[in-house]
């Protein structure tokens, strides 16, 4: 079992920053490849950033791309998304979620644990 605690979320303006943190305890091979994903409202989940713990893999949606950094604190077993130049449509719920191997990063079938997500709300 893993249980995936998200925290960071919060209200900035467009351009604003902020840093969101997943804390994750339980079984270790199971937070490998961690992920976040965010939903707005209306809208089905989406990829946003996908790592593997030791930094062999590292990927982004394009939306995100230049703007969006994912890393990770193995020995803290936490991972991190610090989004910088936040859009509005970058409005949603932010979810962690993890695996022990992902095939396709951006499939929510292939999570087995996810958080309970922070809200991030982004004005013009």
């Known amino acids: 079992q893993v249980h995936l605690e998200e925290s960071g979320g919060g209200s900035v303006q467009a351009g604003g920053s902020l840093r969101l943190s997943c804390v994750g305890s339980?079984?270790?091979?199971?937070?490998?490849?961690m992920t976040w994903f965010r939903q707005a409202p209306g809208k089905g989940r989406e990829a946003v950033a996908s790592?593997?713990?030791?930094?062999?893999?590292?990927s982004y949606a394009d939306s995100v791309k230049g703007r969006f950094t994912i890393s990770a604190d193995s020995p803290k077993n936490t991972v991190y998304l610090q989004m910088d130049s936040l859009k509005p449509e970058d409005t949603a719920v932010y979810y962690c979620?993890?695996?022990?191997?992902?095939?396709?990063?951006?499939?929510?079938?292939?999570?087995?644990?996810w958080g309970q997500g922070t809200q991030v709300t982004v004005s013009s």
């Open positions: 790592m593997y713990t030791d930094g062999g893999r590292i």
């Open positions: 339980g079984e270790t091979h199971s937070m490998y490849c």
């Open positions: 979620a993890s695996t022990a191997v992902c095939g396709d990063w951006s499939a929510t079938y292939e999570y087995k644990y």
